[in-house]
């Protein structure tokens, strides 16, 4: 070989990329409507007899079997930021909520985890002379952020919702049927502002996981989901080599 001395460089340049897209992401069937694999009770081994797949092969909590409640939890892997989708209905004053970074090893999961509240705005408080209050209802973040009343428009009672959460550091978006509705940015200060006004003062464990399981509610109401899948954002990475000859 003559007297060129090869050098080789190696630049390496790695991107993180938080859009989370279905089209750049794979989505993990939590629930596809022929299986409750991977769903057990909030610190439980398995999933409460109350909890059915119904002949249309939809989720359901089974209200009259009473020893058989209790929220439940996709057990098998814990998620950090991702867009959850799923479709689900209620019957005339129902209410339920979609519950993501949940620990366990506490005491119920609504004082520790962030909820996405389902509920029928409609007609709840005359069934049960109870006035809900605007953070009570349909996609707000229980207790925290309401959801944009121009915005939301639910399906009429026993028709199927949409919903979608898409959670970044960044930002969180509620998505329902199809439109945004609510969005902030966790850990704010405005976040902790309404943490230590709201109900959720005294709860000091609220919001303050960064990863953790996906969970459904029990509140004492039938409800139907379907179609529970989510996505978490990919990383690209891209590494270019430069060879240069002298």
Same mark, same amino acid.
């Given at each position: 070989?003559?007297?060129?001395?090869?050098?080789?460089? =190696?630049?390496?340049?790695?991107?993180?990329?938080?859009?989370?897209?279905?089209?750049?992401?794979?989505?993990?069937?939590?629930?596809? !409507?022929?299986?409750?694999?991977?769903?057990?009770?909030?610190?439980?081994?398995?999933?409460?007899?109350?909890?059915?797949?119904?002949?249309?092969?939809?989720?359901?909590?089974?209200?009259?079997?009473?020893? !058989?409640?209790?929220?439940?939890?996709?057990?098998?892997?814990?998620?950090?930021?991702?867009?959850?989708?799923?479709?689900?209905?209620?019957?005339?004053?129902?209410?339920?909520?979609?519950?993501?970074?949940?620990?366990?090893?506490?005491?119920?999961?609504?004082?520790?985890?962030?909820?996405?509240?389902?509920?029928?705005?409609?007609?709840?408080?005359?069934?049960?002379?109870?006035?809900?209050?605007?953070?009570?209802?349909?996609?707000?973040?229980?207790?925290?952020?309401?959801?944009?009343?121009?915005?939301?428009?639910?399906?009429?009672?026993?028709?199927?919702?949409?919903?979608?959460?898409? =959670?970044?550091?960044?930002?969180?978006?509620?998505?329902?049927?199809?439109?945004?509705?609510?969005?902030?940015?966790?850990?704010?200060?405005?976040?902790?502002?309404?943490?230590?006004?709201?109900?959720?003062?005294?709860?000091?464990?609220?919001?303050?996981?960064?990863?953790?399981?996906?969970?459904?509610?029990?509140?004492?109401?039938?409800?139907?989901?379907?179609?529970?899948?989510?996505?978490?954002?990919?990383?690209?990475?891209?590494?270019?080599?430069?060879?240069?000859?002298?």
């Amino acid at each position: 070989m003559s007297n060129s001395i090869s050098i080789l460089f =190696f630049v390496m340049c790695i991107f993180s990329c938080n859009n989370i897209t279905k089209e750049n992401n794979d989505w993990i069937y939590l629930f596809d !409507g022929t299986t409750t694999n991977g769903w057990r009770a909030y610190n439980e081994d398995s999933l409460p007899s109350g909890w059915i797949i119904d002949k249309e092969g939809a989720l359901t909590f089974n209200k009259e079997d009473k020893a !058989g409640g209790g929220d439940i939890i996709y057990g098998i892997e814990e998620f950090e930021n991702f867009e959850l989708y799923l479709e689900w209905k209620l019957p005339l004053g129902g209410n339920s909520g979609i519950f993501y970074h949940i620990k366990e090893g506490f005491n119920g999961i609504a004082q520790i985890a962030p909820e996405y509240q389902l509920i029928d705005d409609e007609n709840y408080s005359k069934i049960y002379n109870y006035e809900l209050q605007e953070w009570q209802q349909t996609a707000s973040d229980y207790s925290m952020y309401t959801a944009d009343p121009k915005q939301k428009v639910l399906k009429p009672i026993g028709e199927w919702n949409t919903t979608k959460i898409r =959670f970044t550091p960044e930002l969180v978006e509620h998505w329902l049927n199809g439109k945004k509705v609510l969005s902030f940015v966790p850990w704010s200060d405005d976040w902790y502002q309404r943490k230590a006004a709201g109900k959720w003062k005294n709860s000091t464990k609220y919001g303050s996981f960064k990863r953790g399981y996906i969970g459904l509610q029990d509140h004492d109401s039938p409800i139907w989901l379907s179609l529970i899948h989510i996505s978490e954002p990919t990383r690209r990475y891209a590494i270019w080599v430069c060879v240069v000859w002298v």
